[in-house]
């Protein structure tokens, strides 16, 4: 089946830019995650959707960032006034049982996002 | 979450075992031990997860000691596309993971 996909698959764009990026979980997954990784650093969680909520949004670096998932489905982080220091790979993930500690994230390629 | 800690490197050959170590010395009762890959531009993929026996699956095994400050992960047979940074991660309710550098595996032919 279909697994998780991100667009774009790349983003580059302007300092103080607006951006969004799109996930599409796998169907059926209530939970979904949002990472950054950066270079030579292994992914740094941001936020964790259970449903439409937001469980978890404890890593979001600031309030430039913000993440939505009206339908419990698809997913948007939304960056404003973009930094380079925002220049990373945005990774997102979902799995099914989420609460439990054995449930299985399944990863998506990523966005690389890149800030002039 | 509790710490682990992994060499940042290792290296194999083709067609030999490895074996990836991982300490958790402040592990708690609850804490299950998981294992995820990314190889390279890609996002990270599980391989295996365990809490105090033994496990094993088509891609690896996963060795943990009694005291379960410790554990291994085993790929029975390297190959050219097990290259990758391998990330030992402690998880004790759902919700994120927190990865630490991992070890980057390369693989010689």
């Known amino acids: 089946g279909a697994g998780v996909s991100q667009t774009p698959s790349n983003k580059v764009t302007e300092k103080g830019k607006y951006v969004e990026l799109r996930c599409d979980p796998i169907?059926?997954?209530?939970?979904l995650y949002w990472y950054r990784q950066s270079l030579g650093q292994g992914p740094e969680f941001l936020i964790y959707?259970?449903?439409?909520?937001?469980?978890?949004d404890s890593g979001l670096p600031n309030d430039r960032f913000f993440a939505v998932r009206p339908e419990g489905s698809v997913s948007t982080l939304k960056i404003q006034r973009t930094e380079r220091g925002d220049s990373a790979v945005y990774l997102c993930?979902?799995?099914?049982?989420?609460?439990?500690?054995?449930?299985?994230?399944?990863f998506g390629p990523g966005t690389r996002l890149t800030v002039l | 979450d509790a710490k682990t800690t992994q060499p940042n490197s290792m290296e194999s050959n083709e067609e030999e075992p490895v074996h990836l170590p991982c300490n958790h010395s402040?592990?708690?009762?609850?804490?299950?031990i998981h294992w995820y890959r990314q190889l390279p531009s890609q996002g990270p993929e599980y391989v295996i997860h365990?809490?105090?026996s033994n496990v094993n699956n088509r891609m690896a095994s996963l060795a943990i000691a009694e005291d379960r400050k410790s554990s291994t992960l085993i790929l029975h047979r390297a190959t050219l596309r097990d290259a990758a940074v391998y990330y030992c991660?402690?998880?004790?309710?759902?919700?994120?993971?927190?990865f630490g550098q991992g070890t980057e595996l390369s693989v010689k032919p």
């Open positions: 993930a979902s799995s099914l049982l989420a609460g439990y500690s054995t449930d299985t994230q399944y």
């Open positions: 169907s059926g997954h209530t939970a």
């Open positions: 959707f259970q449903g439409t909520g937001a469980a978890d």
């Open positions: 402040t592990i708690s009762g609850t804490d299950y």
């Open positions: 365990g809490l105090t």
């Open positions: 991660i402690l998880k004790n309710q759902g919700g994120k993971l927190i």
